[in-house]
């Protein structure tokens, strides 16, 4: 009889600790998640903040432009007022993506803006933001697939949603953006 | 964008490969399992060429403490039970080598106990060395190395180097990874590294002549492998390889002292730098310094010990001096000759197997981070065709994206590239010709034409030699230096196909003049000199995977990129095969030469220590026993 008492001891200790490492597992990933989406926010603010810098060094040159200038200005306020809602945040930045690189095939028109070194470093600089954000959205997406696969695999998947932990969503294509590749194909 | 675009293509031409596609995941899982078991073999290696070591080491350490006893015993009497103590472990002794040597029965217990005596303290010696060495080296640094490659900061100014940056900073958030320091090195070769002994003082050097020949794609998929590497712990395991190839130098180290001054000098310079207080630069350089002389110290090299024994004078005293040191030569001997076999053998092919594996993996992780495997793969083929030496960078070789001892001394750089391809275009379309890049694949594209041209001059085809002739004078306008390392056309088609002994001799003049202008002018020396001391082998195996092996693997992964022809492998496997029996001979031969060296290196040792003991105890003091 008391070697049956002390495996069943024994049996509730094994799932008492399987069940905290679980859940420091999955606190841990989600912390990942969080951490990652701020990363995405780092790099996308720092788009906001290049954007008049770069509007500076073009605006002498091509004074005729007026619309692109305004269209570029109004896209980057509303990114900065989209705050953290991930859809409304992804759409209002994917319009600015779209905004500066119509700017940008502008800017190919004016040979003489396009060779001055100040634009070719503002160029990378703005080639390497892009690269980070996308890079960014990349190690986001990553972790929430790898926090989402532990939550869903069994045994986890029965005790994760009584744990408290849901599903994260992915950065992914807007609505917008499905639409327009479905045309083009 | 750019990134969208490319991705874009990708994913259109994703749908259209072969179905026996490979994913990064499943490389990498595949080479993490490889790691394990190539762990497992160098393990083994160590433990094979561990027991035979300790086994000559061990007596000289009871020797050692011996002597020193009886010294102690001569001034004040030790008790007796410690020479009962020791009396008992001869015996223990005793007992295992004669089951060594001559099969003995023992009864197993004691047999254990003995040979626990005899292996365990050369055991712990090694591994106190490998401890030791791995504290010395963690506590300098990166810094040294540093030094010793002529690294600089990278200049925020310029528009690559600015790129750079950016580069790394991108693949520090795609991995999650905080960012290194990057350094570049201004140097002949085109190679990147990253150097440390640990994640947290890693470093990467890149040389200036990389990022001006890679587009930004490409740079991206370097630095994606160097992190990459990094944050799979490849620092570490290097750290580990070579501290076991410096453990094994500062033995020989050991083993050498009492002969010879080189030696000593090594070990003060040891015993002085571990016992600094304060870390500083000249700290470091005198890691990298000391590194340096511990992997030149395990090869087979004339020494301090032969210096010792061959010494011109023969005066009795000498000889005298010869013989009551000839068991201490031969231990010498035995070790260097133990040592020297398994890393060839064992030692060396596992560990370079093992890097090999994480060679791979670094290149699935990159091709995760970056999800693009055409980068990286056009980055290799580029690279084949550079030069890879880095000079300073000899003892860290395995460290390095490509194999630095790649044969392509003389390569010409970008600049000349542009001008020889803009002559070669200019002789066919006359001046009006379009500007040509500098670019690495299209100016080897030009190779088979340009053979092809000189196979119809050598014919005799006018057309074809008056087309050489125009390009060289075109380049001789443009670049005179670069002109002069060329041959003349019209000496060498008059050498060749008319045996013109003086136009032949002027070839030979011209040549070795421009290789002289060319030592005077580049301050950076060509091959090493001492070929030895560098660590792209280990053993008779490469530490670094091939390109062709490189890029068949990315392909698996999804890569596109032209093959160029392989050159087949049927000659070699053929010779192997016939000598296969002759090789297993030598190497049984080997077998049986080291291990007959390890028995007479312990009897020899047994008798000189013997008679020591004995000499002590003749002597009139008061002696217990």
């Known amino acids: ?185 | 964008m750019t990134i969208s675009e490319s991705a874009h293509a990708n994913a259109i031409s994703a749908r259209f490969l072969p179905r026996d596609r490979e994913s990064f995941f499943d490389a990498q899982r595949r080479n993490r399992r490889a790691t394990w078991r190539m762990s497992l073999f160098c393990l083994l290696s160590v433990l094979v060429m561990g027991i035979p070591l300790a086994l000559i080491t061990t007596p000289l350490l009871y020797g050692l403490a011996l002597i020193i006893a009886d010294i102690i015993n001569s001034f004040s009497p030790l008790p007796a039970a410690f020479w009962q103590f020791s009396s008992d472990l001869a015996h223990l002794g005793l007992i295992a080598i004669g089951w060594l040597l001559q099969q003995k029965p023992a009864d197993p217990q004691v047999l254990a106990v003995g040979l626990a005596v005899m292996l365990l303290p050369g055991v712990l010696l090694s591994l106190v060395l490998w401890f030791g060495i791995k504290l010395m080296f963690q506590r300098s640094g990166v810094g040294g190395a540093l030094l010793a490659l002529k690294a600089r900061e990278p200049n925020q100014g310029d528009l690559k180097e600015l790129q750079l940056a950016d580069v790394v900073q991108e693949m520090a958030i795609a991995s999650g990874f905080p960012a290194p320091t990057v350094m570049l090195v201004d140097s002949a070769g085109a190679n990147a590294a990253a150097l440390g002994t640990s994640p947290d003082d890693a470093r990467f050097v890149v040389s200036r002549r990389l990022i001006d020949d890679l587009n930004r794609d490409e740079i991206e998929a370097v630095l994606a492998h160097l992190i990459a590497s990094i944050g799979n712990g490849d620092l570490h395991i290097a750290f580990r390889m070579t501290a076991v190839l410096e453990s094994c130098g500062l033995l020989v180290a050991f083993i050498n002292s009492p002969f010879g001054p080189q030696s000593r000098r090594v070990l003060w310079r040891i015993f002085r730098y571990g016992f600094r207080a304060s870390i500083g630069k000249d700290n470091a350089q005198e890691a990298a310094v000391i590194a340096k002389l511990l992997s030149r110290g395990s090869n087979l090299e004339t020494d301090d010990i032969d210096n010792f024994f061959d010494s011109g004078r023969r005066s009795s005293l000498r000889s005298i001096r010869n013989f009551l040191f000839f068991p201490i030569f031969f231990t010498n001997t035995a070790i260097k000759l133990c040592l020297w076999f398994f890393s060839m053998t064992t030692l060396g092919p596992a560990m370079a197997l093992l890097w090999r594996t994480r060679v791979y993996l670094a290149d699935a992780s990159a091709v995760e981070l970056t999800r693009n495997p055409d980068g990286l793969a056009s980055a290799l083929q580029k690279l084949s065709y550079e030069p890879g030496e880095i000079p300073g960078g000899d003892w860290a070789a395995h460290l390095f994206f490509v194999n630095p001892k790649s044969a392509h001394h003389g390569a010409p750089d970008a600049r000349q590239r542009k001008l020889i391809a803009q002559a070669w275009n200019t002789s066919q379309n006359g001046a009006t010709a379009a500007p040509i890049s500098g670019g690495i694949t299209e100016f080897y594209k030009l190779q088979p034409e340009f053979a092809g041209t000189v196979k119809a001059a050598l014919a005799g085809d006018a057309q074809a030699a008056e087309r050489l002739r125009t390009t060289y004078h075109t380049l001789q306008s443009s670049d005179p230096a670069l002109a002069a390392e060329l041959p003349n056309p019209d000496d060498f088609l008059a050498a060749a196909r008319l045996r013109d002994p003086e136009a032949l001799a002027r070839l030979m003049a011209a040549h070795k003049h421009a290789l002289l202008q060319k030592d005077a002018t580049q301050p950076t020396k060509g091959p090493s000199s001492q070929p030895d001391s560098s660590s792209s082998h280990a053993g008779l195996i490469s530490l670094h995977p091939s390109i062709e092996r490189r890029l068949k693997r990315l392909a698996r992964m999804g890569a596109h990129f032209e093959a160029t022809k392989s050159k087949s492998g049927v000659i070699p496997l053929v010779l192997v095969l016939i000598l296969s029996p002759l090789i297993l001979l030598a190497l049984g031969l080997l077998i049986l030469l080291v291990s007959i060296m390890t028995m007479a290196s312990l009897v020899f040792l047994v008798i000189w220590l013997a008679a020591i003991h004995k000499v002590f105890a003749l002597l009139p003091h008061t002696v217990a026993g």
């Open chain 1, 1 to 185: 009889m008391s070697t049956l008492l002390v495996l069943i001891v024994l049996a509730v200790v094994i799932v008492i600790a399987w069940l905290i490492a679980s859940f420091n597992g999955l606190v841990s990933l989600r912390n990942r998640v969080q951490n990652a989406w701020s990363e995405i926010d780092v790099q996308l603010k720092r788009r906001h903040d290049l954007i008049p810098n770069l509007l500076e060094s073009v605006r002498s040159y091509m004074q005729h432009e007026r619309s692109i200038f305004e269209s570029v200005t109004q896209a980057r306020a509303q990114a900065i007022s989209a705050g953290n809602n991930v859809l409304a945040r992804s759409l209002a930045e994917t319009a600015l993506s779209s905004a500066l690189g119509s700017l940008l095939a502008v800017v190919e028109n004016y040979p003489q803006v396009r060779a001055t070194e100040n634009m070719l470093l503002l160029q990378e600089q703005l080639t390497s933001t892009e690269n980070r954000i996308a890079f960014a959205r990349q190690f986001y997406n990553d972790e929430v697939m790898k926090f989402n696969t532990m939550q869903s695999t069994f045994p986890r998947n029965l005790v994760a949603s009584t744990l408290g932990f849901s599903p994260a969503a992915l950065f992914t294509a807007t609505e917008t953006d499905r639409t327009n590749v479905q045309v083009k194909v």
